[in-house]
């Protein structure tokens, strides 16, 4: 690849990665960008460029929604960043992908697996921030998958991280921290330390934009830990307040009725209730999750009810909710309440029935704990493996220094036979090499100086033009209508209407030329919006030739894809039209708009004039100039008028395959 070819297309590709970058556009305009930098990076053959561009496409495929695209993409990056041993990336590609077979592909043991990989290589590189989110993220499998004490042991050290780092933007990570942490002192049964977690995450809610829900979920797991260690008063207190709470009633019903079941089964532990008044709660409570179609808190308020019900000798009625609650455990497999279910159903029927739920109680309690066992031995095995796996690289890396030595040694003394036979023509070759190398470097610099003397020059000559109309033949114009005004008494009145009228021409002139300077002035290039360069225009126009307007234009084109050739005629094409309403048309009101249709950009103007035969007229100037800009430009150009009913102009330009 040529050096000049080779400029533009890294040039290409930083562009079109800079435009991914812009926040300001649309998810689907920054996919657009990023595979355009990731198809040019493919043609560069540079590994490390091919990877920063795929990079960005694996982002833009996530804001975009599209998942599994995400996922391969990012495979892929992997891949390759594992190829040319970039570490970061690895780090980041590694810990998305944990993301992904987490929360998307549900699968804990690869999401876990991707995440060690991740840790380890943050951990190398001192990226203490990712390096605690990553171990969050770990904690938060091995809480799933009941591995409480590695779950608290990795959510302690990120903690301690976060809490090192303090990062006031990051309080959202400390919080997660402090509630996960929360929940396993409560499974872990250390209910005081549960109650300082939870206090910590509701201080942190504060800090948090939108922190209101946050604080709503922490209160009810915090009276959680006061219900187990029997301080009932401070946990009914809590969901009393929970309760009353007129937002939760109207925007979260589900959570409300969560708490109403929390609420009723706290004051049956504390057995200081009304009966009838607690089997309302508990009614209303699954009412509410019944019409929803919400199973879990269905689930929830059955087997409370179960209890409650068992507890005061209503066994029939405790029967069908205990029914009711193995079946929905058993539908969406939530086995602690599955297991809960078995053993109420075990002590309210007898014989035969009893004794299957005994033994299905016990052969599910025995699966599950062999299958804790075999996760935490797999999750171990992954950490193993993954030690393994670098220290054997590190084995691998040493056999592959000592074979390096040995090679650098025998190809020393090749190349110092080679350079006694060969130095001669190697030095030629060389000075080759360097001429060549200083000839592009000459050749790129003379073009990007070239460019600049272009640009210059062309800055410079509009303004002499301008400068030249404004101070010399305005000035000139100027003086000769002063001298013409200071004269106008000394003759006959028919002298006077004559001179008068002179200078009102002469008043014309100068308007005209100060248009003329104007336009000169305006630069399609120097990074002025376009639009607002044409609104400009309309609104200087119709003000001068006393017209009323509507200017409408849409913000689906990108103006600084479209040609400065384009833009220019565009521009002169309103003029144009303008400056023939104002001298032919008699017009009052003009309505101007601008859209893209079919990628395709159409723009229209209508004025409510005269209207002319256009069978007759086609061979006016103005007109004609018209089409040849448009023809100029590869667009369409159409009028529509009678005499008597105004005149539509409708332009049609090629929108795609424009280059500035």
């Known amino acids: 690849m040529a050096a000049q070819e080779s400029f533009a297309l890294l040039d290409s590709i930083r562009e079109y990665n800079k435009s991914f970058n812009d926040n300001s556009l649309s998810a689907k305009e920054r996919l657009n960008f990023a595979k355009k930098a990731s198809e040019l990076s493919k043609r560069s053959n540079i590994d490390s460029l091919i990877l920063r561009s795929n990079r960005n496409l694996s982002y833009a495929h996530l804001i975009n929604g599209d998942y599994v695209k995400f996922k391969d993409q990012t495979t892929n990056n992997l891949k390759l960043a594992r190829k040319i041993i970039d570490s970061s990336a690895i780090a980041f590609s590694a810990q998305n992908l944990g993301w992904y077979y987490y929360q998307i592909g549900g ?28 171990l969050y993220a770990i904690a938060a499998i091995q809480n799933q998958e009941k591995d409480y004490l590695g779950s608290e042991q990795n959510a302690v050290e990120a903690l301690k991280i976060f809490n090192k780092l303090n990062n006031i933007d990051k309080a959202l990570d400390r919080y997660l921290v402090l509630s996960l942490l929360g929940s396993l002192s409560y499974k872990l049964e250390n209910y005081d330390k549960s109650i300082d977690y939870h206090n910590q995450a509701i201080e942190l809610t504060r800090k948090i934009d939108g922190g209101n829900d946050l604080l709503l979920d922490s209160q009810n797991d915090l ?37 109403l ?4 089964f706290t004051k049956f532990l504390s057995g200081n209730y009304n009966y009838s008044t607690l089997e309302k709660d508990f009614k209303s409570a699954l009412k509410i999750a019944d019409s929803l179609g919400d199973p879990y808190t269905k689930l929830a308020v059955s087997i409370d009810l179960a209890k409650f019900y068992k507890a005061n000798n209503r066994l029939d009625s405790s029967l069908i909710y205990s029914r009711q609650s193995y079946k929905i455990s058993k539908d969406i497999s939530i086995n602690d309440l599955y297991l809960e279910s078995m053993l109420l159903l075990a002590t309210l029927t007898k014989g035969e029935e009893s004794k299957n739920y005994l033994e299905e109680h016990i052969k599910l309690t025995d699966s599950l704990l062999k299958e804790e066992r075999n996760v935490r031995n797999k999750y171990a095995r992954i950490e193993f493996e993954t030690d393994q796996l670098e220290a054997e690289n590190e084995q691998i890396s040493k056999e592959n220094l000592y074979l390096v030595f040995l090679s650098i040694g025998l190809l020393l003394t090749a190349v110092l036979v080679f350079i006694v036979i060969s130095q001669r023509a190697k030095n030629r070759k060389l000075k080759l090499i360097q001429v060549q190398q200083k000839a592009n470097e000459d050749i790129y610099n003379l073009m990007l100086g070239q460019q600049d003397k272009v640009d210059e020059a062309r800055t410079q000559e509009k303004k002499r033009i301008s400068e030249e109309l404004h101070d010399g033949v305005l000035g000139r114009l100027f003086g000769t209508r002063l001298s013409l005004d200071s004269i106008n008494f000394k003759d006959g009145k028919e002298a006077m209407m004559t001179r008068a009228n002179y200078i009102g021409q002469l008043k014309s002139i100068e308007e005209d030329i100060r248009k003329i300077s104007h336009e000169l002035n305006t630069d399609f290039v120097s990074g002025t919006g376009f639009m607002d360069i044409v609104s400009e225009l309309i609104e200087n126009q119709t003000q001068a030739y006393g017209l009323t307007y509507d200017f409408d234009y849409t913000d ?29 048309a008699n017009a009052k009101a003009i309505k101007i708009s601008i859209s893209l249709e079919k990628n395709v950009i159409c723009l229209d103007i209508i004025d409510d004039g005269e209207g002319f035969d256009t069978s007759k007229n086609k061979k006016g100037i103005g007109l004609k100039n018209m089409t040849s800009r448009v023809e100029d430009i590869n667009g369409k150009i159409t009028f529509t008028s009678q005499s008597g009913n105004g005149t539509i102009v409708n332009v049609k330009i090629p929108y795609s395959n424009q280059s500035t």
């Open 556 to 584: 689906d084109i990108n103006w600084d894809s479209v040609s400065n050739k384009t833009k220019i005629n565009i521009y002169r094409i309103i003029q144009e039209s303008m400056q023939n309403i104002y001298k032919h």
């Open 223 to 259: 009276a959680l830990p006061y219900r187990a260690k029997g301080d009932y008063d401070k946990a009914l207190e809590i969901y009393e307040d929970l309760a009353n709470n007129e937002n939760l009633k109207k925007n979260d019903l589900v959570f409300h009725a969560l708490i």
């Open 107 to 134: 699968d804990n043991t690869t999401a876990y697996a991707y995440l060690v990989e991740a840790l380890r290589y943050f951990d190398n590189l001192g990226n203490l921030q990712k390096k605690a989110e990553v």
């Open 261 to 264: 079941d929390n609420y009723a």
